[in-house]
């Protein structure tokens, strides 16, 4: 067995919680990986609502759910994930939630998730998230002004009520080159 990656792990989790029929979030869709995963997890009585702030990806992203045949149960949002509310009905419940921060690879590196919109995002996720529900959230922080936003995260995380959320952090420590941190929140 080798542990897994923080990018693996949050599947792994994700895969606990998320049924058919559920209502998700990918709150950063980039190229649709996890758009796709989570289209596949919730199936066709569920629903994904993907947010971006870049068409490039949004395409992509639809592309393949439509070659996947998981384009009908996918509603994908040009919009910051900071928006949520805006977007999504009143009185949703979701079961899960997934954030992977920081840019795109392979895109403008200057368009990243920043600390405050996050946080903002995030606070939107739990008031929706159904009791046992997840929000993990895979932080990438080696890009300029990636440790201010994993510093202001870590700040917010550790403030949750304990009575309300239980919080891990998943990070290998003895890695060089800022491997990814995963936190996941669970809604007790
Ligand atoms: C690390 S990438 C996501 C990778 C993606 N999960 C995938 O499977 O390809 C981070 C994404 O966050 C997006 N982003 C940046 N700020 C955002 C915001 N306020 N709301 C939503 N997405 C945002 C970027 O455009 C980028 O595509």
Same mark, same amino acid.
């Given at each position: 067995m080798n542990l897994e990656s923080a990018l693996r792990y949050s599947h792994t989790l994700l895969d606990q919680v998320v049924v058919p029929g559920d209502t998700v979030i990918d709150a950063t869709v980039g190229n649709g990986n996890d758009t796709v995963y989570l289209a596949a997890s919730v199936g066709k009585s569920g629903h994904v609502y993907g947010f971006d702030v870049q068409s490039s990806?949004?395409?992509?992203?639809k592309t393949q759910l439509l070659l996947t045949g998981l384009l009908p149960q996918t509603t994908l949002i040009? *919009?910051?994930?900071?928006?949520i509310n805006n977007h999504i009905p009143e009185d949703t419940e979701i079961s899960?939630?997934?954030?992977?921060?920081?840019?795109?690879?392979?895109s *403008?590196?200057?368009?990243? =998730?920043? &600390?405050? =919109? =996050?946080?903002?995002?995030?606070?939107?996720?739990?008031s929706m998230?159904?009791? &046992? &529900?997840l929000v993990v959230v895979v932080s990438y922080y080696g890009h300029p002004g990636g440790r201010e936003e994993l510093e202001s995260l870590q700040e917010f995380l550790k403030k949750l009520p304990q009575k309300d959320f239980?919080?891990?952090t998943y990070q290998f420590i003895n890695q060089q080159n800022d491997?990814?941190?995963?936190?996941?929140?669970?809604k007790r």
């Open positions: 990806g949004l395409e992509k992203t040009k *919009d910051g994930h900071e928006h899960a939630a997934i954030f992977n921060l920081g840019y795109l690879p392979g *403008d590196k200057s368009v990243v =998730t920043h &600390g405050k =919109t =996050t946080i903002a995002a995030i606070n939107q996720c739990l998230l159904s009791v &046992g &529900g239980q919080v891990l491997p990814p941190i995963l936190f996941a929140i669970q």
